[in-house]
C-alpha cells in the first residue's frame, strides 16, 4: 500500500536534547512538508521540499531542521533551540497538480 | 508573506442552519484552494479544491466553496447541516510557483441536534 509514515508516534525529549522526527513516502511525490498543530493555531508550515537536495523555510522553521537527501525521506529535527516544542507534528506530501496526503502524525511531549 | 485567514473561530449552528465558513487568502499570484475537515479524533481529510476554471465548487458531503478573486475569499458553504458535520475546517492555499501549502488557524464548527 502507497502512503505516508511517521514514526514514533509518541516520543518524548528531554530538556537541551535533539530530536528527529522520521517521515517516509513511497508515493514518488516530489514535494514533502511538515507541519506542527497546535490547538487553536491550526497547522502551521514549519518546512517544505519540492525536489531532492532542496528545501525552504516555513512559518515557523526557528529551532527545526530538516534534510531531504532522497524523495522518500525527509526527517525533521527539533533542537534544543525549539523552546516550546509539544506539538502534533504532521507530514505531508503531494505531486503538483495533486491532493496532499497526510501522514498519522507525532506527538512530541517535553519531560 | 502568503497567509490564510480564518476569522470565525468558533461556529455553533443547529441542524439543518445554512453554514458559511470564512477564508481569505493572500498571494496574489496563481494560487490553489482548499477546504479540509478534521472529524474529532482523525485525521485531515480533503473536502474540496479550487485549481481553476468554474469557480464554484463543489466536494464531498454537500459542501461547496466560491472562489472570488476581486474579495480574495474561498468561502465554504453547506445549505443544510447535520450533527456530523460537526468538526474543525481548515482553508489552505498553495502558491502555485512555489508548492509553499499554508493553511489557515480552522474554525470549530458544533451542530446542535
Known amino acids: 500500500d502507497g502512503g505516508i509514515t511517521q514514526s514514533p508516534k509518541y516520543l518524548f525529549r528531554k530538556e537541551g536534547q535533539n530530536v528527529t522526527l522520521s517521515c517516509e513516502q513511497n508515493l514518488n511525490h516530489d514535494a514533502m512538508y511538515w507541519y506542527r498543530q497546535d490547538p487553536g493555531q491550526g497547522l502551521r508550515l514549519i518546512y517544505y521540499?519540492?525536489?531532492?537536495?532542496?528545501?525552504q523555510k516555513g512559518d515557523i522553521a526557528e529551532g527545526y531542521s530538516v534534510s531531504r537527501e532522497k524523495k522518500e525521506s525527509f526527517p525533521l529535527t527539533v533542537t534544543s533551540a525549539q523552546k516550546n516544542p509539544t506539538a502534533f507534528y504532521l507530514c505531508?506530501?503531494?505531486?503538483?497538480?495533486?491532493?496532499?496526503?497526510f501522514g498519522s502524525g507525532t506527538q512530541l511531549s517535553v519531560l | 508573506a502568503q497567509s490564510v485567514s480564518q476569522h470565525n473561530h468558533h461556529v455553533i449552528l443547529s441542524e439543518a442552519a445554512s453554514l458559511e465558513l470564512g477564508c481569505n487568502y493572500s498571494y496574489g499570484g496563481t494560487v490553489n484552494l482548499f477546504w479540509y475537515v478534521q472529524y474529532p479524533g482523525q485525521h485531515l481529510q480533503l473536502l474540496l479544491k479550487?485549481?481553476?476554471?468554474?469557480?464554484l465548487v463543489k466536494g464531498i458531503k454537500g459542501f461547496e466553496a466560491e472562489f472570488i478573486k476581486s474579495k480574495f475569499s474561498f468561502n465554504l458553504r453547506k445549505p443544510s447541516v447535520q450533527w456530523s458535520d460537526t468538526a474543525e475546517y481548515f482553508c489552505a492555499e498553495l502558491n502555485f510557483g512555489n508548492e509553499k501549502l499554508t493553511f489557515g488557524t480552522g474554525t470549530r464548527l458544533t451542530i446542535i441536534p
Open positions: 479550487y485549481f481553476s476554471g468554474d469557480p
Open positions: 505531508a506530501s503531494k505531486n503538483v497538480g495533486e491532493k496532499l496526503f
Open positions: 521540499s519540492q525536489i531532492v537536495n532542496d528545501f
